[in-house]
């Protein structure tokens, strides 16, 4: 599958630089903005309500802007019903419910609290057109509604996440999966972990020099793994360093330093109930007229040993993603490409060429909750992504067909007496 033009399901009136899927509810929550910078483009949190339309098909209809003033969302987490925004050096903690109730209603927003009901409003395609408070809608506007969707979002507090003197930027924000523990990095180097919900800080440690490029941790909170952009990607128990992982020994004619990891992430491994494995990008520290491809590697989490190395072409990487059973990945690039891998073998399943024409800032899969599967529908897998250019697009992976394996013995065994009769007649006298 290679370039061709995908269909949006969403378009914002804003740059987009993160996406993700609250499990329980089904929501799709994305964010981004234009800064600071005094140029019209707003700063906003959308809440969007995502359907499943036939088969394959989605739409996506817009619940809920919550607005954040000057500062843009660059980076997400979300867990039990809690936002944690990643904006400029702050982490900005918010809690948001959605209900549906009869009657409609009006938007109301009150000291950096938000709430709205009323109809969904879709936004989709080329004749999007900004308006104020990003609520311009492209289309018809929805059915008037007995039970309507509400939206509402209160802030919880905030934390210094970067103390960088320069820019202060979070980089990376993640929830430990059992919600015990905030952790973040920023371009000063250091992870910083909080206690949650208490906000209490538990580590704040010098873990790369420079910038933060990603981290993970792994299910029981045992081993954090942090990417920078000094070439390392390191294994941590609590504060201390366990190990730095070394992808290339099992590529040993790439030197040192002509490639740094880029993303991280833990992930499930199908069928295996404890198990569980580490995947990490790597890609060219220089670029040449000639690109060399970027790596995908596949690490076993108790060893951290190298499993199994795969290229995985030459666009740069920008962002990696794991869906929650740990059977897909999901790779975006900085040249708006999407694509999925199977996580077994790194094979490539699915590519769809500059879906997005610019660097693709985030990707989410659906979940495998209750929610998430029936939203999935008769798809194997589904991949939502963003990018600069405020699109919003999804990449489904239709259920590859399968026949029984009753029905294959049944065939195999036509097959054979298909043979000995066919020899039969050619060779008589052959049995």
């Known amino acids: 599958m290679g370039k061709r033009r995908m269909p949006d399901l969403y378009r914002a009136p804003f740059p987009l630089y993160s996406i993700k899927v609250d499990p329980k509810t089904g929501l799709v929550i994305t964010a981004g903005g234009g800064g600071a910078s005094k140029t019209g ?24 802007s919550h607005d954040t003033d ?51 409003r879709r936004r989709a395609g080329k004749g999007d057109k900004g308006g104020q408070d990003g609520d311009a809608v492209s289309g018809d506007m929805s059915d008037t509604k007995d039970e309507t969707a509400r939206i509402s979002v209160t802030g919880l507090a905030e934390v210094q996440s970067d103390l960088n003197p320069q820019d202060p930027l979070q980089k990376v924000v993640r929830f430990s999966s ?49 990417v920078g952009r000094d070439f390392a990607c390191s294994v941590w128990s609590g504060n201390q360093l366990a190990m730095g992982l070394k992808w290339n020994e099992t590529v040993p004619q ?31 520290h220089k670029r040449d007229r000639k690109p060399p491809p970027c790596y995908l590697t596949k690490w076993d989490s108790k060893s951290f040993l190298p499993m199994l190395t795969a290229p995985c072409g030459a666009e740069v990487i920008s962002s990696l993603a ?3 059973s740990g059977t897909f990945l999901g790779l975006g690039t900085v040249t708006g490409s999407v694509a999925i891998y199977i996580a077994f073998s790194l094979q ?12 693709v800032t985030d990707l989410a899969f659906l979940p495998d909750s ?12 589904a991949l939502l992504s963003v990018a600069v250019d405020s699109r919003c697009q999804v990449h489904a992976v239709p259920n590859r067909r399968s026949f029984p394996v009753w029905l294959v013995l049944f065939f195999c065994g036509l097959m054979v007496v298909g043979v000995v009769l066919l020899l039969q007649y050619l060779f008589p006298g052959f049995i």
């Open 41 to 64: 483009i707003k700063n906003a949190v959308h809440f969007l309500d995502l359907q499943l339309v036939g088969e394959h098909q989605y739409s996506a209809s817009l619940l809920h």
């Open 70 to 120: 000057t500062r843009a969302t660059m980076n997400l987490a979300v867990g039990d019903g809690v936002i944690a925004a990643g904006q400029d050096g702050t982490c900005c903690l918010m809690r948001f419910k959605h209900c549906t109730q009869k009657g409609g209603g009006k938007a109301a927003a009150k000291d950096g609290n938000s709430t709205q009901q009323g109809n969904a």
């Open 178 to 226: 059992d919600l015990s523990l905030l952790l973040t990095g920023g371009t000063d180097g250091y992870i910083r972990v909080w206690e949650f919900p208490s906000l209490k800080k538990k580590f704040d440690f010098k873990a790369h020099e420079g910038e933060i490029e990603d981290l993970d941790m792994s299910p029981g909170n045992k081993h954090l793994v942090t």
């Open 254 to 284: 790439i030197a040192d330093k002509t490639y740094r990891y880029m993303a991280c992430r833990f992930g499930k491994v199908e069928d295996q109930k404890d198990a569980l494995r580490l995947y990490t990008v790597q890609i060219p």
């Open 322 to 324: 794991v869906s929650d």
């Open 348 to 359: 490539k399943l699915y590519y769809v060429q500059e879906s997005h024409g610019i660097v």
């Open 370 to 381: 209750l929610k998430g599967r029936n939203i999935k529908g008769n798809n194997e897998t």
